[in-house]
């Protein structure tokens, strides 16, 4: 056997032990599963390689939306699976039924068509007491066109916050308000 050929298959076995490695790699990274309805997202879960070889899923966010399509409701929940074992494969496997998930938070969305004021409300899971607790934040406005808000209120616990007459739309003024 020649140097050549000797170089030559070390070259290519060091090749597909590095192309082998980038694919277990990719394998074990985290994906997400989109469910669409009507050309809008009604779910979303991530999925993370567990403890025991598995995909698993960490958290999922459901989303609702009126008649029209408008965005109404999200809600975050987090899966705390048990393991079971499973004696036909003889492996733990997670146990992801509903009764594992626990709400973490909910935002809605309502709308008054009369005065065309927009509400947002932030709703925080009480673990104690097994539901959302009153909302920690809301956030009332009334746009005027699309670059102008012709009201703004925000609060948070004890704090409020109100802008009134022709505001021009900043998404900075938002994440200081949401802050």
């Known amino acids: 056997m020649s140097m050549k050929t000797s170089i030559l298959r070390t070259a290519c076995f060091v090749f597909v032990i590095v192309l082998a490695n980038g694919f277990v790699t990719k394998a074990q990274e985290s994906f997400c599963n989109t469910k669409w309805e009507n050309g809008k997202v009604v779910s979303k879960t991530k999925y993370e390689m567990g403890d025991y070889g598995m995909f698993e899923p960490k958290f999922e966010i459901k989303f609702a939306y009126d008649k029209e399509g408008n965005f109404l409701e999200k809600e975050v929940s987090v899966c705390n699976p048990k393991y079971d074992f499973n004696d036909k494969t003889g492996r733990w496997e997670p146990d992801c039924s509903e009764k594992n998930w626990t709400p973490q938070y909910r935002i809605l969305q309502k709308k008054d068509l009369a005065s065309n004021f927009i509400s947002v409300e932030l709703y925080l899971w009480n673990t104690k007491e097994k539901s959302y607790n009153a909302p920690t934040e809301t956030m009332i406005y009334q746009t005027k066109d699309s ?9 948070r616990g004890n704090k409020y916050d109100e802008v009134a007459n022709l505001i021009n739309y900043d998404k900075e003024l938002l994440a200081r308000l949401g802050k």
């Open 147 to 155: 670059n102008h808000f012709n009201y703004l209120a925000f609060t």
